[in-house]
């Protein structure tokens, strides 16, 4: 069992070599058109994408039996299963290949291996037609293949190792639709906002490593203790960079709504459920450096109070379904980042595993959604309950998991952050000011989610359908299908993932405050209810206008994007411009300079050359009453 | 005992290149399995010797010979090979042998491509290249200061002649500036040479390693390790001593940008591993601050020029200066860890940007230029493989762990957080977090330049170099309209002869529009291997680190 991990991390890897080379030679041993060898290579590589998954999954489930939902329930952590392949010598601290699964790790790869089985079965029928499906499954193969690198790593820099592929199948699978210069933009600055943040992330495994001599966790979270608390705070603020961009926290959050411009079952695997999820796991791993480093927890309950809030208003005003759930993601991420800060780790990940399963869900209901409207506009929905009726029920669980409608499982989670946050204005590791910012903004939250998502629910499935007659789509949307509902494939998945949507609440024993939990369900129904009366009052007109005069700068998320391009991705550029002219003048100017003097000052000589005979004749007797002058002079 | 072993692996080229001097008609028709055969021999004692390599004692000389040579100079003829130089030796026949099956097999659109017979000058060719892979190799073996300055100095004319004959449009200015400088940097080496000699009497460079600077002065060992290492840093490049290096790759052919950039600059970088650091340590812990802060410069420096690079080649040879800047960096920190990171960051880089060069010269190719918007943008459309590998090197040339560019760059940066106890700490964490911020920079002119070239759609109707009836006629419209810097060159000899369009393999992929062929046979021969070892190196770091690690230690014996 000792090599479970291994197995479960090596298996997607082999899958996603096997399916990039192997699936992409439709002329390999078998006769027929073009159209059936190509048919015949798309489900090779859907086996080499599904069971290799599967098989991961089960090795998941099998290392999570034993401790189950230990991690959940607080219970002293038990004994990590898992060994040391070797260690690498670097001259200095050595890397050791340490691949284990303890009680965090354990649950979160149940997770990563089930969302991606889900997602890698309903992307056979979501890119039915595509060409590139074999590298795109098998990019998800590599993906689900880091993410459990990440998950089960022993040691810091393996995990970055993880850490980092993920990134790039993230860039990959973002700009799967290349076609369309603006997803290929979108996935060069989902790539580019991380990575700055993954630079402060290695950094801070550094200092983390070197002063803990070991870049084992186990070690590096025994040596905390000893540890100053200027290392510490370096180390944490450092690695919440890292944090920030993955987990897309403000102020790296803008790469996000962006990176929708994927395929819809990598937003909800990558995007929604798993890799954006990162960032809070690695704060849950390191936590007890974390709960050392005051000034940092304090830094994370304001980002989280900003980016839950900021998030929330900004979902409220999209009118992209995906950008909706985009947003939620942000505000939702920000929650758990909030209980960290609050000092509950059990409570972030609680959140973390239902807000996996919901948002996946809902992702996944919006893909079905998409496919069939043929459009990711909200605008375009619309009564769309009669027609999808499966997805119209799978999709309300989603909404009411996210909202927390009792007994949804995102009551439970949200319900144990929310006293987390409470408790921490009286006696926690924040500060006074902050733990009331965070505490006031995840209410406000409440609220807020309570209506975006049921402005999203209304506008699509309820009112009048809006049925507009569509052009033929554009490679980057989806694609159109007469069918009445989505292809089995699309909707076993949706099915099997409402189950723990509804019911993972109940995981790990019901502990719920009473008080906190009314307060939470009466603010949702007053965020719901205002945008449902004014919902009521004209229902093809978009709700979103209780916003008012903040609605444009809810639509384009404060304006945070215009203000970095301002002042960083224009300067940069035209930095660039000024090193290429100043290399061209100055630096190769000199180069060049320094030729022509040598050749001017070479003409110079050459005057004397000028094959004059009298000339040299001259010169010589010049020279020759020199020397004699001088040697009588000097003798 | 196998002392034969460096010395046949000097002699195969040499008799390949003295053969083709003494019968230069005879062979004229088996030229194309010449080189290949004797580049193949000399690779596979390369690998015989990285096989029979005792890789327990890694960080001492094996293989050695030593044998006086001009007694008058105290010269000797002293090779060998230890954990530092191993790797390079064989990465360096490696990629001549490479070089080689793209020639042999190419057909005869690239100039220089040993079909071409009429307008290529193949004898020639060959006989450059393999004079070249003698200097190459030697600079690797060579134990003794003045040997070694032989044959880096040997490799330059090859090289000249390399740019200056089968290079692009403006070849004879890139080729003389290449020389010149560098000529120049050697100069001043040889006067640094010079002096560790007058001071300590040998020229030994195992000897003056084991001396660790003992019998110079402080003041001599900062003199001699600026002269050593401005000589080796014109070659690298270093910043600001760079400039001959964008022209020289533009210009250059395919396989002399590839092995220019996978060979020649690991000769700058080496130099600083075998000669300076070892021999002159308290020279090194005196300008070791500055040669780190060159080194970020030109990390930074050399991202933004590339940021706004149009040319392909031009943009991959600037990519070379911010590399080089990392394997410096790594140097400067005179820790093993850093200097580990710069030796694994030099082969890496050898492998990388000799694939990319390789791409480069394909893209030309077909295209007819390398002007970026003058490709129009989707390559992943129109050649989905050719496209697919250049994602895959400019993928693996950012850094993403799991290939071979990632661990030299984190190692070098781990080394600058902990630096040497004599150097400034403060000072080499803002280089660490300049050189961060440099690899952030590295990502986003790749990204962009993979976005320009191979997303998008193809915008307009690409030039067909495999025209049905060749004729000036046929001139690819960029180079017609004097767009690219290089089109109208390229063009023109490409014009000289035209393969059959009829030439079918059996399976041709629907995409391969307007005539143009993904990638061919002969292309992958050459990349697959380069491939395949980013792809071990990067997943299995330990096969470097291992070799390279008790060599290190050893060289820094006298500072730590």
Same mark, same amino acid.
């Given at each position: 069992?000792?090599?479970?991990?291994?197995?479960?991390?090596?298996?997607?890897?082999?899958?996603?070599?096997?399916?990039?080379?192997?699936?992409?030679?439709?002329?390999?041993?078998? &006769?027929?058109?073009?159209?059936?060898?190509?048919? *015949?290579?798309?489900?090779?590589?859907?086996?080499?994408?599904?069971?290799?998954?599967?098989?991961? *999954?089960?090795?998941?489930?099998?290392?999570?039996?034993?401790?189950?939902?230990?991690?959940?329930?607080?219970? @002293?952590?038990?004994?990590?299963?898992?060994?040391?392949?070797?260690? $690498?010598?670097?001259?200095?601290?050595?890397? @050791? !290949?340490?691949?284990?699964?303890?009680?965090?790790?354990?649950?979160?790869?149940?997770?990563?291996?089930?969302?991606?089985?889900?997602?890698?079965?309903?992307?056979?029928?979501?890119?039915?037609?595509?060409?590139?499906?074999?590298?795109?499954?098998?990019?998800?193969?590599?993906?689900?293949?880091?993410?459990?690198?990440?998950?089960?790593?022993?040691?810091?820099?393996?995990?970055?190792?993880?850490?980092?592929?993920?990134?790039?199948?993230?860039?990959?699978?973002?700009?799967?639709?290349?076609?369309?210069?603006?997803?290929?933009?979108?996935?060069?600055?989902?790539?580019?906002?991380?990575?700055?943040?993954?630079?402060?992330?290695?950094?801070? $495994?550094?200092?983390?490593?070197?002063?803990?001599?070991?870049?084992?966790?186990?070690?590096?979270?025994?040596?905390?203790?000893?540890?100053?608390?200027?290392?510490?705070?370096?180390?944490?603020?450092?690695?919440?960079?890292?944090?920030?961009?993955?987990?897309?926290?403000?102020?790296?959050?803008?790469?996000?709504?962006?990176?929708?411009?994927?395929?819809?079952?990598?937003?909800?695997?990558?995007?929604?459920?798993?890799?954006?999820?990162?960032?809070?796991?690695?704060?849950?791993?390191?936590?007890?450096?974390?709960?050392?480093?005051?000034?940092?927890?304090?830094?994370?309950?304001?980002?989280?109070?900003?980016?839950?809030?900021?998030?929330?208003?900004?979902?409220?005003?999209?009118?992209?379904?995906?950008?909706?759930?985009?947003?939620?993601?942000?505000?939702?991420?920000?929650?758990?980042?909030?209980?960290?800060?609050?000092?509950?780790?059990?409570?972030?990940?609680?959140?973390?595993?239902?807000?996996?399963?919901?948002?996946?869900?809902?992702?996944?209901?919006?893909?079905?959604?998409?496919?069939?409207?043929?459009?990711?506009?909200?605008?375009?929905?619309?009564?769309?309950?009669?027609?999808?009726?499966?997805?119209?029920?799978?999709?309300?669980?989603?909404?009411?998991?996210?909202?927390?409608?009792?007994?949804?499982?995102?009551?439970?989670?949200?319900?144990?952050?929310?006293?987390?946050?409470?408790?921490?204005?009286?006696?926690?590791?924040?500060?006074?000011?902050?733990?009331?910012?965070?505490?006031?903004?995840?209410?406000?939250?409440?609220?807020?989610?309570?209506?975006?998502?049921?402005?999203?629910?209304?506008?699509?499935?309820?009112?009048?359908?809006?049925?507009?007659?569509?052009?033929? &789509?554009?490679?980057?949307?989806?694609?159109?299908?007469?069918?009445?509902?989505?292809?089995?494939?699309?909707?076993?998945?949706?099915?099997?993932?409402?189950?723990?949507?509804?019911?993972?609440?109940?995981?790990?024993?019901?502990?719920?405050?009473?008080?906190?939990?009314?307060?939470?369900?009466?603010?949702? !129904?007053?965020?719901?209810?205002?945008?449902?009366?004014?919902?009521?009052?004209?229902?093809?007109?978009?709700?979103?206008?209780?916003?008012?005069?903040?609605?444009?700068?809810?639509?384009?998320?404060?304006?945070?994007?215009? !203000?970095?391009?301002?002042?960083?991705?224009?300067?940069?550029?035209?930095?660039?411009?000024?090193?290429?002219?100043?290399?061209?003048?100055?630096?190769?100017?000199?180069?060049?300079?320094?030729?022509?003097?040598?050749?001017?000052?070479?003409?110079?000589?050459?005057?004397?050359?000028?094959?004059?005979?009298?000339?040299?004749?001259?010169?010589?007797?010049?020279?020759?009453?020199?020397?004699?002058?001088?040697?009588?002079?000097?003798? | 005992?196998?002392?034969?072993?460096?010395?046949?692996?000097?002699?195969?080229?040499?008799?390949?290149? =003295?053969?083709?001097?003494?019968?230069?008609?005879?062979?004229?028709?088996?030229?194309?399995?010449?080189?290949?055969?004797?580049?193949?021999?000399?690779?596979?004692?390369?690998?015989?010797?990285?096989?029979?390599?005792?890789?327990?004692?890694?960080?001492?000389?094996?293989?050695?010979?030593?044998?006086?040579?001009?007694?008058?100079?105290?010269?000797?003829?002293?090779?060998?090979?230890?954990?530092?130089?191993?790797?390079?030796?064989?990465?360096?026949?490696?990629?001549?042998?490479?070089?080689?099956?793209?020639? =042999?097999?190419?057909?005869?659109?690239?100039?220089?491509?040993?079909?071409?017979?009429?307008?290529?000058?193949?004898?020639?060719?060959?006989?450059?290249?393999?004079?070249?892979?003698?200097?190459?190799?030697?600079?690797?073996?060579?134990?003794?200061?003045?040997?070694?300055?032989?044959?880096?100095?040997?490799?330059?004319?090859?090289?000249?002649?390399?740019?200056?004959?089968?290079?692009?449009?403006?070849?004879?200015?890139?080729?003389?500036?290449?020389?010149?400088?560098?000529?120049?940097?050697?100069?001043?080496?040889?006067?640094?040479?010079?002096?560790?000699?007058?001071?300590?009497?040998?020229?030994?460079? +195992?000897?003056?390693?084991?001396?660790?600077?003992?019998?110079?002065?402080?003041?001599?060992?900062?003199?001699?390790?600026?002269?050593?290492?401005?000589?080796?840093?014109?070659?690298?490049?270093?910043?600001?001593?760079?400039?001959?290096?964008?022209?020289?790759?533009?210009?250059?052919?395919?396989?002399?940008?590839?092995?220019?950039?996978?060979?020649?600059?690991?000769?700058?970088?080496?130099?600083?591993?075998?000669?300076?650091?070892?021999?002159?340590?308290?020279?090194?812990?005196?300008?070791?601050?500055?040669?780190?802060?060159?080194?970020?410069?030109?990390?930074?420096?050399?991202?933004?020029?590339?940021?706004?690079?149009?040319?392909?080649?031009?943009?991959?040879?600037?990519?070379?200066?911010?590399?080089?800047?990392?394997?410096?960096?790594?140097?400067?920190?005179?820790?093993?860890?850093?200097?580990?990171?710069?030796?694994?960051?030099?082969?890496?880089?050898?492998?990388?940007?000799?694939?990319?060069?390789?791409?480069?010269?394909?893209?030309?190719?077909?295209?007819?230029?390398?002007?970026?918007?003058?490709?129009?943008?989707?390559?992943?459309?129109?050649?989905?493989?050719?496209?697919?590998?250049?994602?895959?090197?400019?993928?693996?040339?950012?850094?993403?762990?799991?290939?071979?560019?990632?661990?030299?760059?984190?190692?070098?940066?781990?080394?600058?957080?902990?630096?040497?106890?004599?150097?400034?700490?403060?000072?080499?964490?803002?280089?660490?977090?300049?050189?961060?911020?440099?690899?952030?920079?590295?990502?986003?002119?790749?990204?962009?330049?993979?976005?320009?070239?191979?997303?998008?759609?193809?915008?307009?109707? +690409?030039?067909?170099?495999?025209?049905?009836?060749?004729?000036?006629?046929?001139?690819?419209?960029?180079?017609?309209?004097?767009?690219?810097?290089?089109?109208?060159?390229?063009?023109?000899?490409?014009?000289?002869?035209?393969?059959?369009?009829?030439?079918?393999?059996?399976? +041709?992929?629907?995409?391969?529009?307007?005539?143009?062929?993904?990638?061919?046979?002969?292309?992958?021969?050459?990349?697959?291997?380069?491939?395949?070892?980013?792809?071990?190196?990067?997943?299995?770091?330990?096969?470097?680190?291992?070799?390279?690690?008790?060599? +290190?230690?050893?060289?820094?014996?006298?500072?730590?």
């Amino acid at each position: 069992m000792t090599i479970f991990p291994l197995l479960a991390v090596l298996l997607p890897f082999v899958a996603a070599f096997a399916g990039l080379l192997l699936s992409r030679r439709p002329h390999f041993r078998s &006769p027929g058109t073009p159209e059936t060898r190509r048919a *015949a290579g798309r489900r090779r590589a859907a086996w080499f994408a599904v069971f290799p998954t599967a098989a991961s *999954a089960v090795l998941a489930t099998w290392l999570a039996w034993g401790p189950g939902f230990a991690f959940l329930e607080g219970a @002293s952590p038990g004994e990590p299963v898992g060994r040391t392949y070797g260690t $690498i010598v670097t001259g200095g601290i050595p890397i @050791s !290949l340490t691949l284990q699964a303890d009680d965090l790790s354990a649950i979160l790869g149940v997770l990563v291996t089930f969302v991606a089985l889900a997602v890698q079965v309903y992307s056979v029928g979501y890119l039915h037609d595509d060409p590139r499906y074999p590298s795109y499954s098998a990019f998800i193969s590599l993906f689900t293949s880091a993410m459990l690198l990440v998950v089960y790593a022993g040691d810091l820099l393996v995990l970055y190792v993880g850490w980092e592929i993920m990134g790039l199948c993230s860039y990959l699978l973002i700009g799967h639709w290349w076609e369309d210069r603006a997803n290929s933009r979108a996935a060069v600055k989902a790539f580019l906002v991380t990575r700055l943040g993954d630079v402060g992330f290695l950094f801070g $495994i550094f200092v983390l490593g070197v002063s803990a001599g070991s870049f084992r966790i186990a070690d590096v979270l025994a040596k905390v203790p000893e540890m100053s608390a200027g290392t510490l705070v370096a180390a944490t603020m450092l690695l919440l960079a890292g944090v920030a961009g993955k987990s897309a926290q403000v102020p790296l959050h803008t790469w996000l709504p962006d990176a929708m411009a994927g395929p819809t079952p990598i937003s909800a695997l990558i995007h929604a459920a798993t890799m954006v999820a990162a960032g809070i796991f690695i704060v849950a791993r390191l936590f007890p450096a974390f709960l050392a480093a005051r000034p940092t927890l304090d830094v994370l309950a304001v980002i989280a109070a900003l980016g839950m809030l900021g998030a929330a208003l900004a979902a409220l005003a999209q009118d992209d379904l995906k950008r909706v759930l985009a947003y939620s993601t942000v505000s939702q991420l920000a929650y758990m980042a909030g209980g960290l800060a609050a000092g509950s780790d059990s409570a972030a990940i609680f959140h973390l595993l239902t807000h996996g399963a919901f948002k996946a869900l809902l992702f996944l209901c919006a893909g079905a959604v998409i496919h069939h409207v043929g459009s990711n506009l909200m605008s375009q929905m619309g009564g769309l309950r009669r027609t999808l009726p499966v997805t119209f029920v799978t999709m309300t669980v989603g909404f009411a998991a996210l909202t927390g409608i009792p007994p949804a499982s995102g009551f439970f989670s949200k319900d144990a952050l929310l006293l987390t946050m409470e408790r921490a204005l009286t006696g926690g590791r924040l500060t006074d000011a902050a733990a009331l910012l965070l505490y006031g903004c995840a209410l406000a939250t409440v609220a807020v989610t309570g209506a975006y998502a049921t402005r999203a629910w209304l506008r699509t499935f309820l009112g009048e359908a809006r049925v507009v007659a569509l052009p033929e &789509p554009e490679p980057g949307t989806a694609h159109v299908v007469d069918v009445r509902e989505a292809p089995r494939t699309m909707l076993v998945p949706i099915v099997l993932l409402a189950v723990p949507a509804l019911l993972l609440g109940f995981a790990g024993g019901v502990h719920l405050d009473l008080g906190v939990a009314a307060i939470s369900v009466v603010l949702t !129904l007053l965020g719901g209810g205002v945008v449902y009366a004014f919902w009521r009052g004209d229902p093809a007109a978009d709700p979103a206008r209780v916003l008012g005069p903040f609605l444009g700068p809810c639509e384009r998320a404060f304006y945070v994007d215009g !203000l970095y391009a301002a002042v960083f991705v224009r300067p940069v550029l035209a930095l660039a411009r000024l090193v290429v002219r100043t290399d061209d003048r100055v630096v190769d100017g000199a180069v060049r300079g320094s030729g022509r003097t040598m050749q001017g000052l070479s003409g110079m000589l050459r005057l004397v050359q000028n094959g004059n005979v009298q000339l040299y004749v001259t010169g010589l007797l010049a020279g020759v009453l020199l020397i004699v002058v001088g040697a009588v002079v000097f003798a | 005992m196998m002392g034969w072993l460096p010395v046949a692996l000097l002699a195969v080229p040499l008799l390949g290149a =003295s053969l083709l001097l003494i019968s230069p008609g005879s062979l004229r028709p088996v030229l194309r399995v010449y080189g290949l055969a004797f580049s193949g021999l000399t690779l596979a004692l390369a690998v015989m010797l990285a096989a029979t390599f005792d890789y327990a004692q890694a960080a001492r000389p094996q293989f050695t010979v030593d044998q006086p040579w001009i007694p008058g100079l105290d010269l000797r003829f002293h090779l060998g090979v230890d954990g530092i130089s191993l790797p390079l030796v064989v990465l360096t026949a490696l990629l001549t042998f490479l070089c080689f099956a793209y020639l =042999s097999w190419g057909d005869a659109r690239g100039p220089g491509q040993l079909r071409a017979s009429a307008t290529g000058r193949p004898r020639a060719l060959v006989f450059t290249l393999l004079v070249l892979e003698v200097g190459m190799i030697g600079t690797f073996l060579a134990l003794d200061l003045l040997l070694f300055f032989v044959f880096f100095e040997i490799v330059l004319i090859p090289m000249y002649f390399l740019i200056a004959i089968w290079g692009g449009r403006g070849r004879r200015g890139a080729a003389i500036k290449f020389i010149l400088y560098t000529l120049l940097g050697s100069v001043v080496m040889l006067l640094g040479l010079l002096l560790i000699w007058s001071q300590t009497g040998t020229l030994d460079i +195992v000897a003056l390693g084991q001396a660790h600077g003992a019998g110079m002065s402080r003041a001599v060992q900062i003199l001699a390790f600026a002269a050593v290492g401005i000589g080796l840093a014109v070659k690298t490049p270093m910043w600001p001593l760079h400039t001959w290096l964008p022209d020289a790759h533009t210009e250059a052919p395919t396989v002399g940008s590839v092995l220019l950039a996978g060979v020649l600059l690991k000769m700058g970088t080496y130099g600083f591993a075998r000669i300076a650091i070892p021999v002159l340590p308290e020279g090194a812990v005196a300008i070791a601050p500055w040669l780190g802060a060159l080194a970020v410069v030109g990390i930074v420096y050399g991202s933004l020029a590339c940021l706004a690079q149009r040319d392909l080649k031009r943009m991959i040879a600037y990519s070379s200066v911010g590399h080089m800047g990392f394997v410096l960096l790594g140097f400067a920190t005179l820790t093993t860890v850093g200097i580990n990171g710069a030796l694994f960051a030099n082969v890496a880089h050898g492998l990388i940007t000799g694939l990319l060069f390789f791409l480069a010269g394909a893209i030309k190719e077909r295209y007819g230029t390398a002007d970026m918007p003058s490709l129009g943008g989707g390559m992943l459309a129109t050649l989905p493989h050719l496209g697919a590998v250049l994602t895959f090197a400019a993928i693996a040339s950012l850094g993403i762990p799991g290939l071979a560019g990632f661990w030299g760059e984190m190692l070098s940066l781990l080394g600058a957080f902990q630096p040497a106890e004599a150097l400034p700490r403060g000072l080499f964490l803002v280089f660490m977090v300049i050189g961060g911020l440099g690899a952030v920079l590295t990502a986003a002119y790749f990204l962009v330049m993979l976005s320009r070239v191979t997303h998008g759609l193809p915008a307009r109707t +690409v030039p067909s170099l495999v025209a049905t009836h060749p004729g000036p006629a046929e001139e690819p419209p960029a180079s017609a309209a004097g767009l690219g810097p290089d089109g109208p060159g390229a063009g023109a000899e490409a014009a000289g002869e035209r393969p059959e369009a009829s030439e079918t393999e059996p399976f +041709v992929p629907e995409a391969t529009i307007e005539g143009m062929r993904d990638i061919r046979g002969y292309e992958l021969v050459a990349w697959v291997p380069l491939i395949v070892l980013i792809l071990v190196f990067g997943l299995w770091p330990k096969l470097l680190l291992s070799l390279t690690t008790p060599a +290190v230690q050893t060289l820094l014996g006298a500072l730590s």
